[in-house]
């Protein structure tokens, strides 16, 4: 339960106002993730989690003003306080709850419908609950934005067909390269985006001369095994940039990692950077040969099947909508727990004082039969108050006002 005038909120950017360069200054490596659950523990944060991917980077938790989160995310990255400012968002309790049930569930994505933000978001629930940073509210939450997102997955087609940057990326090769399946090209970078790019292009291309290469060589030949496509070291990126005809960069590094003076070829060179911050230099736009394109002009491609999905976001919505209520009416139920739980003990209190009157006064005082009776007596009386808070929606906080003030009971604050 979070502490006394705390609130729920979602801070953070995306893709909808912060361009691919800005997002860089605000990702968050796994050291930063650690650095901020460390420092956050240490400012009596008590719950929160992390998300940082190539379209956002956001943090759902627990403070009494949002600007404890705000310069946490700030303290960890290379953003300011006053760029966030500029492209962020702060949502608070209610809301914060409907943002994560959009972007749990595909609605908020670059490409609409694509549900990879649901894995990051178990991966960052997860760290929390290994840093002991992960309360029941919002464990309790995010299971049932994964049960929304399921439901949508099988009773809409809002993800039908191929979703993500990955087959974005291998769309727009196949748009615009011909004879793809004669080109030689270079994955660099074998993360998440990386893998599912190379079965893309594997799956669609029918391309025999792709090329892995990896930092870490033993992570290529892991995917390579899968997909029976080459591996090449580290040392060797040079010469296979220069004798490639598509270049696919996704290696999430915080520096760019392809530049001008690694390209010594004349011949048309196509180059796709989905890394987010970016990993290609901009400087190699001075070269005549080269096409540059980022993952945020990939996502512009509205084709068919995105078109097709729209029609899918009402049964999505309503969806959502139910599990949503289910999650808020447990909050509700949240809310009366300390209040009955006073009840029960100021009525408690009440029966211990007037048994204790009964016990001196009557000689054949049955202790046994009293202690039942008057048991089963406030039991009844609490479960009376709870149904009818429970019941009683719209005026629910004037009765706890109400029932506090007629037992006179101190209770804590809570969600």
């Known amino acids: 339960m979070q502490q006394k005038n705390t609130h729920f909120y979602a801070i953070g950017l995306s893709y909808k106002k912060a361009d691919a360069e800005v997002r ?91 549900f990879e933000i649901i894995g990051q978001l178990k991966a960052g629930a997860r ?7 992960l309360n029941s509210y919002i464990e309790r939450l995010l299971n049932a934005v994964i049960q929304a997102s399921k439901r949508i997955k099988t009773e809409t087609e809002l993800s039908s067909g191929a979703t993500s940057v990955s087959f974005a990326s291998v769309q727009y090769i196949m748009n615009n390269v011909k004879n793809i399946s004669d080109k030689n090209i270079l994955l660099f970078g074998t993360g998440k985006i990386g893998r599912n790019t190379c079965e893309n ?27 029976n496509v080459l591996v090449k070291d580290y040392s060797n990126l040079q010469e296979e940039v220069n004798t490639s005809d598509i270049v696919i960069v996704a290696t999430g590094a915080q520096d760019p990692t392809i530049y ?4 010594q070829t004349d011949k048309p060179l196509l180059i796709l950077d989905l890394s987010i911050p970016k990993n290609v230099n901009e400087d190699v736009r001075d070269l005549d040969n080269i096409t540059l394109v980022h993952l945020d002009d990939l996502a512009k491609i509205t084709d068919e099947t995105l078109e097709k999905r729209k029609a899918f976001i009402p049964a999505a919505e309503a969806i959502i909508s139910e599990i949503m209520a289910e999650f808020n009416s447990w909050l509700d139920t949240l ?36 202690e039942l009776i008057t048991n089963n007596l406030i039991q009844k009386i609490t479960n009376q108050f709870a149904h009818h808070l429970r019941e009683d929606n719209n005026s629910s906080d004037e009765s706890l006002e109400l029932i506090k003030k007629i037992f006179q009971l101190e209770t804590t604050d809570n969600v």
């Open 127 to 133: 760290q929390s609950k290994a840093a002991g940073l």
């Open 201 to 227: 292009l594997v799956k669609h291309t029918k391309n025999s001369h792709i090329t892995l290469i990896n930092r870490t060589k033993d992570k290529a030949e892991a995917v390579a095994g899968k997909f």
């Open 335 to 370: 809310k009366f727990v300390p209040t009955i739980q006073a009840i029960k003990h100021k009525l408690t209190d009440l029966k211990n004082s007037e048994v204790s009157t009964q016990r001196k006064k009557l000689n054949d005082f049955n202790e046994e039969q009293a």
């Open 24 to 114: 860089g200054h605000f990702s968050l490596s796994d050291a930063a993730k650690n650095a901020v659950l460390e420092q956050a523990k240490t400012n009596g944060i008590e719950s929160l989690l992390l998300v940082s991917t190539c379209n956002r980077t956001e943090i759902y938790g627990f403070a009494e003003h949002p600007y404890q989160l705000i310069h946490l995310l700030c303290e960890n990255t290379k953003g300011t306080v006053e760029e966030f400012q500029k492209v962020a968002y702060v949502h608070k309790n209610n809301d914060a709850i409907s943002h994560m049930f959009r972007v749990g569930s595909g609605l908020d994505s670059q490409i609409l419908g694509d």
């Open 260 to 263: 001008k003076s690694l390209i």
